[in-house]
């Protein structure tokens, strides 16, 4: 079946590195592509998204293209701040539903 | 902004308590979930609804169960709580067929002790 999978954490950054979080999918059809974002003690924000291939879909200085030659929806920023420590989970969607990646917890030191 | 949302956020339980976690949302969404979410941050799928009526077993065999008597509420019941039962559990929501944005409520932190 459909399935996410995201690069294993913790991640440790010192403010204003560069982030990358990988993300890698497998679907049978042409899924939509999302990326979820949970502070502490919150429930699961949508961050951002992108639908079709070579999409790319940015919010908050954060970025990711929709990249179908490598089935990748790899999560960027330029440069992190202590307040983006938080885990991240990328997410597919098809059929109706969706699946999430496992997360990747990441803390930002400043 | 979504509107969803859980009480309590946090419950402190004995063994063998029955317990119904509440999540409600605002937005007239047909499709409701509850997640088991566990320490290392992996969502597990434990119960959805398509509608009024409409409930099924998520990908993970859970002794909870869920109602869905009205649109807008989607409570968990655990008839009778057990330490295994910790966990951080999430509702989300969403619109029905072209929609897989799900919106999440602030989940509820449930300790059995």
């Known amino acids: 079946g459909d399935s996410v999978t995201q690069m294993e954490g913790p991640v440790t950054l010192s403010e204003e590195a560069f982030l990358t979080i990988n993300c890698t999918y497998t679907a049978t059809g042409y899924p939509s592509l999302f990326w979820y974002v949970q502070y502490p003690g919150e429930g699961l924000q949508l961050l951002l998204k992108?639908?079709?291939?070579?999409d790319k879909g940015s919010n908050k200085g954060f970025e990711a293209t929709y990249r179908k030659e490598t089935t990748s929806f790899h999560l960027e920023k330029g440069s992190v701040q202590v307040s983006d420590s938080a885990v991240y989970f990328c997410a597919l969607g098809s059929f109706g539903d969706m699946r999430f990646g496992a997360g990747t917890r990441l803390t930002v030191k400043p | 902004e979504a509107d969803i949302y859980q009480t309590p956020r946090y419950l402190v339980i004995g063994t063998g308590k029955k317990i119904t976690l509440e999540c409600s949302q605002t937005m007239g969404h047909d499709k409701m979930y509850w997640y088991q979410q566990d320490p290392g941050m992996e969502l597990h799928l434990i119960h959805y609804?398509?509608?009024?009526?409409?409930?099924e077993k998520g990908d993970l065999s859970s002794e909870s169960t869920v109602s869905r008597i009205r649109t807008e509420h989607f409570p968990l019941t655990l008839e009778s709580a057990r330490p295994s039962h910790t966990s951080q559990y999430l509702c989300?929501?969403?619109?029905?067929?072209?929609?897989?944005?799900?919106?999440f409520g602030p989940g509820t932190r449930l300790t059995v002790t």
């Open positions: 989300a929501s969403k619109r029905g067929q072209g929609s897989y944005e799900q919106y």
């Open positions: 992108a639908t079709k291939a070579d």
């Open positions: 609804s398509y509608g009024v009526n409409s409930t």
